[in-house]
């Protein structure tokens, strides 16, 4: 997402022995390369892959494959997903439903190697599926296209923002445990937190 960063200098990392040993040992997990996928068939992941270059605008693909990857991970967990809008899909069965009917409305299918054109009318699309508009309608009606578009966007945005590059590129000081933050006023910095450039 960001080309350039306010903080080009930081990196996250460079704290980790602050950190207690188990938070280190998850933080690191993060940037080794992924695990295999328990949840999303392979032309899923291809598809998540595409939809997720979209939705965060990032073009690294260590970073896609690593957001794609912690979405698996969240559709493979035993854990329930809290609250749900009555009458709507569970979250594993819609974004499962929502690729396919992606897939069924593309004039495309080679979702592992995209190109830019292919790429902007991936963007047309999610673009109306957020606005509750998709066509072709007899592939779309009576599904939550709005539902699928927003649970997307935020699983997708819960695994981009837990990445160490990321919180590096915003300035995010990674956990704090167990030094804390001391200067939690707008405008304070602790002496380890990063300042922009």
Partial sequence: MASQSHYPFYNVMDEQEAWDPHT?????????????MQFLEVDEQHLLRSVCRVLLDETRSEIIAFVVAHMDQALASPIGESQRKAGLFPRKRLIREGLKRIRLSSLFHDFAAMDTQELTVLQQLLSQLNEGR???VEVWESFDQ???????????????????????????????????YVRANLGQTDPWEPKAH
Wanted: no cysteine; charged share 20%; aromatic share 14%.
């Fill in 24 to 36: 280190r040992g998850i933080v690191r997990g993060r940037l080794e390369e992924t695990a295999s």
């Fill in 134 to 136: 998709a066509e072709p």
């Fill in 146 to 180: 709005q539902a699928f578009f927003h649970t997307a966007l935020s699983m997708a945005a819960d695994g981009y923002y837990s990445h160490p590059d990321i919180w590096s590129e915003i300035g995010y000081g990674g956990p704090a445990y167990p030094r804390g």
